[in-house]
């Protein structure tokens, strides 16, 4: 009985402590060991007495309760602080966002889009190459470029072919890595980001699936929007030279504010491959392998329509797969022949659907009514 009364009073003590240092987990754990004594304690008496230690159990294990809720909000609370103190000063967002190597791709490496990769050299990637001819002809050397277009028609690998263009900082941020569900996070990210990317001469950053980020909600600004809009004031003005590229599958779940002149002023279609693109991506994927004579590109091209420059890099894949398969089973050299190309055909579908091109369609015309309104904002 003395032993149990002892413990009691001993996890009482220890709880107490443990509240004056603000350890709320060690004052729940000790809080719920006092009423578990407690309860034994009931057991070994009788009556009023033993009703009594019950009731004190019970307290205590309402205490308990409050104190765990308190030990959950401080771990939490302990984990924010340690992500924020790895913040700027840690420089996290440099080692996390900025490209230390250069990406092997270039712009020529981007088949077709001839019209895309003309207006991205003037626009993106001139400006750093001649910024003293730009600001012969007092023309903006920074700004924003969006690029927009169905899923898997060369947005990202253009940006990385521009990477490997530039001789400029490069910053590759996925918009979902940006994204953080606390609230406040997101914007302290991003301006970590446009910090880092300021303290270079030239630097461009790159927010791929934008819209994760600066997606419009009814009337409402989310804090994100509002954030963009002064990150990106300024942008044309300053001495350096800060580009930023972006790009999104859904350029209508942006809101209109981010897309006007000095944001993100400039919108170039990245549509899907036409035939002769078709035929130069197949050649581009076939290039170093093994591929016979009677591979016919440019049928292959012309049966392909539709296809995003993704499903011809799947087809070319497939292809390749079959001819490996026969090499296996054969144990001798083999090529890539029309029919492994033909039976990749009858698996592959275009995943572009015309349905799909007419909301890009009605998003262009939309917005170009639209663009010349300075408006709100
Ligand atoms: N024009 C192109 N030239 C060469 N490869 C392409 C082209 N378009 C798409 N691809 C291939 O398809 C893949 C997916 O394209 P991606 O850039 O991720 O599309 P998006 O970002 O527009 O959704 C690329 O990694 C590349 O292999
Ligand atoms: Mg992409």
């Not at 190459?129 to 924003?144: A, C, D, Q, T």
């Not at 009677?294 to 392909?304: E, N, P, Q, S």
């Not at 497939?318 to 001798?332: D, F, I, M, P």
Request: charged share 35%; aromatic share 6%; net charge negative.
């Amino acid at each position: 009985m003395s032993f149990n009364a002892d413990k009691k009073r001993e996890h009482e003590a220890a709880a107490e402590a443990a509240l004056c240092e603000k350890h709320f987990g060690k004052a729940f754990f000790h809080t719920a060991k006092a009423a578990e004594f407690g309860l034994k304690l009931a057991e070994q008496s009788e009556g009023k007495v033993a009703e009594q230690y019950v009731e004190d159990a019970y307290e205590l294990l309402d205490i308990a309760e409050q104190l765990k809720e308190k030990a959950r909000a401080q771990s939490r609370e302990g984990l924010q602080r340690a992500k924020e103190k790895a913040g700027p000063d840690e420089d996290v967002s440099q080692s996390q966002w900025e490209l230390k190597e250069r990406p092997r791709e270039k712009l020529i490496d981007v088949a077709g889009l001839e019209d895309v990769k003309v207006e991205l050299r003037e626009k993106v990637i001139e400006p750093f190459l001649h910024p003293e001819v730009h600001e012969r002809f007092r023309l903006r050397k920074g700004g924003g470029v969006l690029m927009y277009g169905p899923p898997g028609n060369g947005k990202t690998y253009i940006a990385k072919a521009i990477a490997g263009e530039l001789d400029a900082a490069f910053f590759n941020v996925n918009a979902s890595q940006v994204k953080d569900k606390y609230v406040g996070e997101t914007e302290k990210n991003m301006q970590r980001l446009f910090d880092e990317a300021r303290k270079h001469d030239r630097a461009v950053i790159f927010l791929d699936e934008v819209d994760a980020i600066l997606a419009r909600r009814g009337n409402r600004k989310i804090g994100m929007v509002t954030q963009f809009l002064t990150l990106t004031d300024g942008l044309v003005e300053t001495k350096n030279c800060l580009l930023v590229l972006a790009a999104t599958n859904k350029p209508w779940l942006l809101d209109p504010a981010v897309l006007r002149p000095g944001r993100l002023g400039d919108h170039i279609y990245v549509g899907p491959p036409d035939a002769p693109a078709r035929e130069a991506i197949v050649r581009l994927n076939m290039e170093g392998v093994p591929v016979a004579d009677d591979v016919d590109y440019a049928a292959i091209a012309a049966r392909t329509d539709r296809f995003s420059g993704a499903d011809m890099a799947s087809l070319c894949d497939r292809a390749k797969r079959s001819a490996k398969n026969r090499q296996l089973a054969s144990g001798q050299d083999e090529d890539v022949t029309q029919e492994d190309f033909e039976a990749a055909l009858g698996k592959v579908r275009p995943s572009v659907t015309p349905e799909h091109l007419a909301e890009f369609d009605a998003w262009r015309a939309g917005h170009a009514a639209s663009s010349d309104d300075y408006g709100d904002d």
